[in-house]
C-alpha cells in the first residue's frame, strides 16, 4: 500500500491550522527558526552571482533524469552491483518494510540505528520494526527528540523547530534516564553524544536515506551536519539505504551543482559539516554487506502527471518551509505530512492520491516566495493551481461548483453582470453600516469574522462611466 | 493618446474611486481614455480557485473585447499577472492558434497602472499633491510575476508634500490570496495581522498599493481595529491634486454614503483628525 | 556481475510504469544531458595566495586551527599543534608519510585497530585529497595516507595535512579532480560536527571530530 506516513488520516488543513493558530509557544519557535535560516541563506545565496545558473541547471538535470529515469535507475543499479552492492525495488511502502525486516532478520539481529530519512517516515519503517520485536534507533538529534518525546516532525530539515531547550532538556531526562542535565544547548548535544556513541560502536545493522544515487558509478551520497550518518554508514557490518527513485542524478560531475545548491538552501551554509559517498562495498573500510531499496510508493504517479512532474525535482532542502507566510503561522504539524509546507502541498496529494489531502493544496495564498528560493526552480505555485483543477475535476465540491458557475455565468455577459451587481447592492443593505459590511452571512462569514468588508457603493465604475457621457480631452 | 482601461471585475463593483482616479490621471496628462463597457472578469479568480474550464470563456471574452485596443490599463497587478502567466497556457490547451495569436497581441498592450505611466508613458511626476505620510505595500503579483521595480515607489516620491516611508517586510504577503482568504480565514488574518502591525510602526497615516486586495485585507483588518491608517490605490493618490486639509479627493476616496467615518469629530476629516492626534 | 534482483516482480513493475508513462523517448539520453545549460563558474579567479588565504579564512570561520610551514617544517609544526592541544597519542594510517612524525608523539599505525581502540587515543593525524577553498572543506577519499573512514570519525582530534597543491577554489573544480581519481569512498568534511536543532544555535561537536586542525604545507 502507498503511505504517507499518517497523511491519510490527517485532518483537513483549515481545521489542524486552527489549532496550530492557538500555539503561541509553537509560532513564536517557528517564526524565531525560519527567520535565523532565511537570513543566514539570505547572505550565502548573495554571495554567489551564478546561483540563478546553478538553480537552472539544478532544474534541467532533474528534468532531464526524469524523461529518463528508467534509463538511469537501470544504469544505477548496474554500477551498484558491480561494485558489491545489492539493489532492491519497492513498489510501495509495505514492501520496502518487508525488505528491510528481512535482510535485519537473515542476520539474526534485533537492533538498528538510523539516520534520518524522510523516505523511511513515509513508509512508516519504525511501527513495522517495532511490530516485529526490532528496535530501531534514530541518532539524529532532532529524531532522537522526536523519538524519546513520542512526538512528530514539524519541519523537513529541522523536525524539532517546535521545541525549546528546556522541553528537550526534559524529554532527555525521561528518555535517557538521567538523574541531571545543564541547561545549556552543549549540555543537551553532549549527553546526547554520549547516550548514542555506545550504539554507534556496538549495533551492526545501520539504515540510511540518500540525497543523491550517482547513476555512472553505483555511488551513493548522504549529506549531514551531526556526524550521526558518518556513523551509522561506516561502522555497521552491515548497511541498508533505502530511496526514493527520484533521487538519481547522471554523473558524478553532477553533485557538484547540487552539493552547491543544497546547503545554502537547506541550512544557509557554504557547506554542510559531512558529506558521505560510498561505492557499493569496500573491502576493509566500512559495511561488509550493503543493500539500496529503490523506492517508488506514489512517485511513478507524480511522475504521470506531466504538468505535476517537477515535484520530483525537490531535493529536501525545505527553503520553500522557511520562505512560506503560511508555514510561518501554522508550523508542520498543521499539513498533517511528513512532507510539510509548499512542497508537502503538492507532494503529499500527488503520492497519496487525490481524495486524501485535498484540502493541502488550498493552504497557500499563491504567494510565489517557495519558487523564488527552490533550488531545483519547482513552480510550486503553478502546480498548486493544477492540482486545485484536478480536485475540481476528479471531486468537485458541489455547493462551491454552483456557487463559481454562477459567478462565471454573471460575467459571461455585461447585463448579467451589472444585474448582479444590483442584486448583491440590494443584499447588502441589511448588512451594511457606515460602507461597511461587520457580520456577513454565508461563506463571508468567514472573512467578517476578522475583519470588516467593504460595502459595494450605489455606483460602480461602468455607471460612473455612462453617466459622465462624452469624455473629457 | 487613446488608452484602454480594463477596470477589472472587483474594482468596478467595489472600489469604483481607483478607475476615475486613474481616468483622471490620465486625462490630465493629455490621454484620452475609453472604457469598453463589454468588459466584465479576467477569470482569476475561477482560474485560481482550480475552474480552468470556467476561466476559458471569460478570457476568450476579454480577448475580443479588446480587441484593436490601444495600451490597456489595468489598475490590479493580479490582473495582469494572470493574464500574462495563465492566457498563453491556456489558449495552448484549447488549441485554439488564433486564440493563442490574440493573446499575444493582447498582452504586448497590457500595462499594469505604474507600469504604463513609468515605462510606457515615461512620465514619474503626474502633477500630484497629497501631504501626508505613505508607505507602500508591495503585492506578490507585482513582486513576483510583474518584476515591478521601483516604478510605484517614483511615482509616490514625485507627489508634492508627501512623505514616503518604507515599510519594513514589504515583501511578505498579507494573507489575501483570493479565495484563501475565506477558506483559510484564520491563517489569512493572521498574516494580515503582521503585515498590519508593519504597517502601524511606521507611523504612515495612508498604506498604499497598486492593488485593492491587497488593500480589502489590510484595510479591514485596520478599520476592524479602528486604526488611524487609511488604505488607498496608488491612484488615488496620483489623482489628488490641490494640497490642505479638505481634499476632494479624498472626500471620494471614503466613497461610501454620506456619513464620516465613525471618527466622533462627526463631519471632520479623518486623515486629518488622525495626523492632529 | 549482472543484477540477481530479489524483488524481480517490483523491478518489471517499476519500470514497466516508467516506460508507460514516458513512452518512446525520442533522443536517446545522452543528447539530452548534453543540452544542459552550465552557465555557472566551473573554476575560480583567485591567484594562488588568495586561494590559500581564502581557504585559511574559511577554516578559521569554523573554529579549525590552521597552521602553515614549508615543507622541512612539517614535523615540528605537528609537534606544536599537538602540544598546543594537549595530544599526545595519537592513530595514524599505516602508510602514512613516517617523514612528517615528529619525535614527541606516539602515532600507533592503524593495524587490526578496534573501535573501542580507536575511540580511546588522543587523535588522528591524515594526509588529506583536496581541500576547497571557498567553502573551507576538506576532502578525503581515504587513499593512501587518508585512512579508512573509521579513523577519521571516531577519535575526538583530526590534524589534517593540506598541501598547496591540493588547494583549489571552488566545488566544481574539486569534484573534477575528484571525478578524475574515481573514488569509491568520499568524505568531505567542512569544521567540526555542528547541529542547530535546539533553538537554532549552531552548536559544535556533536559525534565527529570535535576539534579539527589543519597544517598547511604551502
Known amino acids: ?473 | ?277 | 556481475m549482472s543484477a540477481h534482483p530479489s524483488t524481480p516482480a517490483a523491478r518489471s513493475l517499476i519500470l514497466g510504469r516508467i516506460r508507460d508513462i514516458l513512452g518512446e523517448r525520442s533522443e536517446p539520453s545522452e543528447a539530452g544531458y548534453r543540452r544542459i545549460p552550465r552557465d555557472y563558474r566551473d573554476s575560480g579567479i583567485l591567484t594562488f595566495e588568495a586561494c590559500v588565504a581564502l581557504l585559511v579564512d574559511r577554516l578559521q570561520h569554523y573554529q579549525v586551527g590552521v597552521h602553515r610551514c614549508d615543507p622541512p617544517d612539517l614535523p615540528g609544526t605537528i609537534a606544536a599543534a599537538l602540544l598546543a592541544r594537549g595530544r599526545k597519542h595519537l592513530v595514524v594510517p599505516s602508510d602514512i608519510d613516517r617523514d612528517w612524525l615528529p619525535p614527541a608523539a606516539e602515532f600507533r599505525p592503524d593495524e587490526g585497530l578496534s573501535y573501542s581502540d580507536l575511540n580511546g587515543c588522543d587523535g588522528v593525524l591524515t594526509a588529506c585529497s583536496l581541500a576547497i577553498a571557498n567553502t573551507g572543506t576538506i576532502v578525503l577519499r581515504h587513499a593512501a595516507g587518508e585512512g579508512r573512514r573509521a579513523l577519521t570519525l571516531i577519535p575526538d582530534y583530526h590534524l589534517c595535512v593540506v598541501r598547496g597543491d591540493q588547494i583549489v577554489q571552488t566545488v566544481p573544480e574539486a569534484i573534477r579532480r575528484l571525478a578524475a581519481l574515481e573514488p569509491a569512498l568520499v568524505t568531505t568534511v567542512s569544521g567540526p560536527s555542528a547541529t542547530a536543532d535546539i533553538e537554532m544555535t549552531r552548536i559544535r561537536g556533536v559525534h565527529g571530530p570535535r576539534t579539527l586542525d589543519v597544517v598547511l604545507v604551502a
Not at chain 2, 483559510?184 to 492593488?211: F, H, P, W, Y
Open chain 2, 1 to 277: 493618446m487613446l488608452i484602454d482601461l480594463f477596470i477589472t471585475c472587483y474594482n468596478d463593483t467595489l472600489f469604483p474611486e481607483t478607475g476615475k482616479a486613474v481616468v483622471t490621471v490620465l486625462e490630465r496628462l493629455g490621454h484620452q481614455v475609453e472604457f469598453r463597457e463589454a468588459q466584465t472578469c479576467c477569470g482569476q479568480m475561477h482560474f485560481n480557485t482550480g475552474y480552468a474550464a470556467e476561466a476559458l470563456p471569460l478570457m476568450r471574452r476579454t480577448i475580443d473585447v479588446f480587441r484593436g485596443s490601444g495600451p490597456i490599463c489595468v489598475p490590479s497587478a493580479s490582473c495582469v499577472s494572470m493574464m500574462r502567466d495563465h492566457y498563453p497556457s491556456l489558449a495552448a490547451e484549447a488549441e485554439d492558434p488564433a486564440l493563442q495569436a490574440g493573446v499575444e497581441a493582447f498582452l504586448a498592450r497590457v500595462y499594469e497602472f505604474s507600469e504604463l505611466l513609468v515605462d510606457k508613458l515615461q512620465v514619474t511626476d503626474v502633477g500630484a499633491t497629497f501631504p501626508h505620510k505613505v508607505t507602500l505595500h508591495t503585492s506578490c503579483h507585482s513582486l513576483r510575476s510583474l518584476h515591478l521595480a521601483d516604478q510605484p515607489v517614483r511615482l509616490l516620491q514625485a507627489v508634492r508634500g508627501l512623505e514616503f516611508v518604507a515599510l519594513p517586510h514589504h515583501d511578505e504577503c498579507c494573507g489575501f490570496g483570493g479565495t484563501f482568504a475565506v477558506k483559510n480565514a484564520e491563517v489569512s488574518t493572521a498574516m494580515g495581522l503582521e503585515k498590519v502591525r508593519s504597517i502601524q510602526d511606521t507611523g504612515a497615516s495612508v498604506c498604499a498599493a497598486g492593488d485593492n486586495s491587497c488593500l480589502m485585507q489590510i484595510g479591514g483588518l485596520l478599520h476592524r481595529q479602528g486604526a488611524a491608517v487609511r488604505c488607498l490605490h496608488l491612484a488615488e493618490i496620483l489623482a489628488a491634486r490641490e494640497a490642505g486639509a479638505n481634499l476632494p479627493v479624498l472626500r471620494q476616496a471614503q466613497g461610501r454614503p454620506e456619513r464620516s467615518r465613525g471618527t466622533p469629530e462627526g463631519g471632520s476629516h479623518p486623515i486629518a483628525s488622525s495626523a492632529e492626534r
Open chain 1, 1 to 473: 500500500m502507498i503511505r504517507v506516513g499518517d497523511a491519510a488520516r490527517a485532518p483537513e488543513f483549515p481545521d489542524a491550522a486552527r489549532s496550530a493558530l492557538a500555539n503561541t509557544q509553537l509560532r513564536r519557535n517557528v517564526r524565531h527558526a525560519t527567520d535565523i535560516i532565511r537570513g543566514k541563506r539570505g547572505l550565502v545565496v548573495a554571495e554567489m552571482d551564478d546561483w540563478q545558473a546553478l538553480r537552472d541547471a539544478g532544474s534541467r538535470i532533474k528534468a532531464h533524469v526524469l524523461e529518463h529515469l528508467d534509463t538511469y535507475l537501470t544504469r544505477f543499479e548496474e554500477n551498484c552491483t558491480r561494485a558489491g552492492g545489492q539493489v532492491h525495488w519497492a513498489a510501495d511502502a509495505d514492501e520496502a518494510n518487508r525488505i528491510v525486516i528481512d535482510i535485519i532478520r537473515a542476520h539474526g539481529q534485533s537492533e538498528v540505528i538510523k539516520v534520518k530519512t524522510m523516505t523511511s517516515d513515509e513508509t512508516r519503517l519504525n511501527r513495522a520494526l517495532e511490530a516485529v520485536g526490532i528496535a530501531p534507533y534514530e541518532t539524529d538529534l532532532a529524531d532522537l527528540i522526536i523519538q524519546l518525546g513520542n512526538d512528530r516532525p514539524s519541519h523537513i530539515v529541522v523536525p524539532a523547530l517546535h521545541r525549546n531547550r528546556a522541553e528537550i532538556r526534559e524529554i532527555f531526562l525521561r528518555g535517557m534516564h538521567l538523574t541531571e542535565l545543564g541547561r545549556e544547548p552543549e549540555d543537551l548535544t553532549t549527553a546526547a553524544r554520549g547516550f548514542l556513541r555506545e550504539k554507534f560502536l556496538r549495533v551492526p545493522v545501520g539504515f540510511s536515506g540518500a540525497n543523491f544515487l550517482v547513476a555512472d558509478t553505483g555511488g551513493v551520497c548522504v549529506v549531514e551536519s551531526e556526524g550521526n550518518a558518518r556513523m551509522c554508514l561506516t561502522l555497521p557490518r552491515v548497511l541498508i539505504t533505502m530511496a526514493g527513485i527520484e533521487k538519481v542524478v547522471p554523473t558524478f560531475q553532477d553533485l557538484e551543482v547540487f552539493l552547491q545548491l543544497l546547503p545554502r538552501s537547506a541550512t544557509g551554509e557554504r557547506m554542510n559539516p559531512y558529506n558521505t559517498l560510498w561505492t557499493g562495498i569496500t573491502p576493509g573500510d566500512g559495511p561488509r554487506e550493503f543493500h539500496i531499496v529503490l523506492l517508488d510508493n506514489g512517485r511513478t504517479r507524480v511522475l504521470a502527471d506531466a504538468q505535476a512532474r517537477e515535484t520530483l525535482h525537490c531535493i529536501r532542502c525545505a527553503a520553500c518551509l522557511n520562505a512560506c507566510p503560511v508555514y510561518r503561522q501554522t508550523g508542520g504539524h498543521a499539513y498533517g505530512s511528513i512532507y510539510s509546507g509548499p512542497i508537502g502541498a503538492i507532494l503529499t496529494p500527488q503520492l497519496q492520491g487525490m481524495e486524501h489531502s485535498q484540502s493541502l493544496p488550498y493552504a497557500s495564498s499563491l504567494c510565489g516566495a517557495c519558487y523564488e528560493v527552490c533550488p531545483v526552480k519547482i513552480n510550486i505555485p503553478e502546480i498548486l493551481i493544477h492540482l486545485r483543477r484536478r480536485i475540481v475535476e476528479e471531486q468537485g465540491p458541489y455547493l462551491e461548483r454552483l456557487a463559481m458557475k454562477g459567478a462565471a455565468l454573471a460575467f459571461a455577459d455585461p447585463r448579467w453582470f451589472r444585474c448582479a451587481q444590483t442584486i448583491g447592492r440590494f443584499l447588502q443593505r441589511p448588512f451594511e453600516r457606515d460602507g461597511y459590511v461587520r457580520t456577513a452571512p454565508g461563506p463571508m462569514a468567514a472573512w467578517t469574522s476578522t475583519r470588516d468588508l467593504p460595502a459595494m457603493p450605489r455606483q460602480s465604475f461602468r455607471q460612473w462611466w455612462a453617466a459622465r457621457g462624452a469624455p473629457r480631452a
